[in-house]
Nanobody, 125 residues
Framework: QVQLVESGGGLVQPGGSLRLSCVFSGSTLDDYAIGWFHQAPGKEREGVSCISGSDGGTYYPYYIDSVKDRFTISRDKAKNTVYLAMNDVKPEDAAVYFC???????????????WGQGTQVTVSS
């Protein structure tokens, strides 16, 4: 059974940086696309970034426009971990962040089968 565990959330000042981690277990990470979603209070869960499974050793990252050039998604096969590096964090980035696994990247939460429990990111000075 695939399991995902997020960590790395916390309090960050506007303009600051944070790195979220998603540890994957129960199957082969290379076979899955891993997406990061965020959900603020009263709002729907939204896809932020996704990285594909292995395509002959190549991985393809995707980002929504609001985080392009600020967030970087990466994966460490040896550690079975996917990261989301958040730079120049803005107040609107505050949310619970979830990682999720699917056969391929997509934008809708319904496209992802396995989910972590989430990690809170708070942005405040």
């Amino acid at each position: 059974q695939v399991q995902l565990v997020e960590s790395g959330g916390g309090l960050v000042q506007p303009g600051g940086s944070l790195r979220l981690s998603c540890v994957f277990s129960g199957s082969t990470l290379d076979d899955y696309a891993i997406g990061w979603f965020h959900q603020a209070p009263g709002k729907e869960r939204e896809g932020v970034s996704c990285i594909s499974g292995s395509d002959g050793g190549t991985y393809y990252p995707y980002y929504i426009d609001s985080v392009k050039d600020r967030f970087t998604i990466s994966r460490d096969k040896a550690k079975n971990t996917v990261y989301l590096a958040m730079n120049d964090v803005k107040p609107e980035d505050a949310a619970v962040y979830f990682c999720a696994a699917a056969a391929r990247c997509g934008t809708a939460p319904q496209e992802f089968v396995y989910w972590g429990q989430g990690t809170q990111v708070t942005v405040s000075s």
